[in-house]
């Protein structure tokens, strides 16, 4: 099983849906992160969460939020899904050094 | 403010033709700076994580090196495998977030 899991891999959903993207680790780390992708941009962070009790917003978290269920566990919603919200979509979970295990992804496509 | 740049944004080489990739940096501490490996459509794949200038790590074809400002990434007579956008990161005292790169995409024609 991959260190970080997230579900599901691909999606399609129309304008004004609401959808959830999962993602749950067993790296047993505090730290867990929502990063959005789009071509030419780099990695752009939404959420993060550095244990159960705190989330923080990151630079784009306008449109979206996040649960942190359990130490594993943490999810990200779209209300109101819009089409500019199409992008590829990471998770990914950290230990205090800093470095990042990343999940395979999820490919948005809001039409 | 920590700030990465990555130079160039895309770089074509002939198999078995050495070059380097770079990143310049900006932070008010370094903590580590991360390169990683991105594959079309899959997530970063983690390669190397430097702590203080002149360090040095190795994997494969691969080989980091860090300075006080940036870091490049040596890549020694590469194979169309790793054709993959890599991008930086960087770790500084109070920030407890990377702060990442645009990435270079690096394409390897046999």
């Known amino acids: 099983d991959a260190d970080v899991t997230q579900t599901p891999r691909n999606r399609i959903t129309k304008t004004g849906k609401r959808i959830m993207l999962e993602c749950s680790q067993t790296?047993?780390?505090?730290?867990m992160y929502w990063y959005r992708q789009d071509p030419g941009l780099g990695l752009q962070l939404i959420y993060y969460?550095?244990?159960?009790?705190?989330?923080n917003k990151g630079e784009i978290s306008d449109g979206y939020s996040v649960s942190r269920q359990a130490q594993a566990k943490f999810s990200l919603s779209l209300e109101s899904a819009i089409p500019n919200q199409t992008a590829l979509y990471f998770c990914a979970t950290s230990d205090l050094t800093g470095g990042y295990t990343f999940g395979s992804g999820t490919r948005l496509t809001v039409v | 403010e920590d700030q990465v740049t990555q130079s160039p944004e895309a770089l074509r080489l002939q198999e078995g033709e050495s070059s380097s990739l770079n990143c310049s940096y900006t932070v008010s501490g370094l903590r580590g700076l991360f390169w990683y490996r991105q594959d079309p459509g899959k997530g970063p794949e983690f390669l190397f994580t430097?702590?203080?200038a002149g360090e040095e790590k190795e994997k494969e074809r691969l080989k980091a090196t860090l300075t006080k400002k940036e870091s490049f990434l040596h890549i020694t007579a590469p194979k169309p495998e790793d054709s993959a956008t890599y991008l930086c990161?960087?770790?500084?005292?109070?920030?407890?977030?990377?702060?990442f790169g645009t990435g270079t995409r690096l394409t390897i024609i046999p």
């Open positions: 990161a960087v770790l500084s005292f109070g920030n407890e977030k990377l702060t």
């Open positions: 969460s550095f244990d159960v009790k705190d989330i």
């Open positions: 430097l702590y203080s």
């Open positions: 790296k047993g780390h505090d730290r």
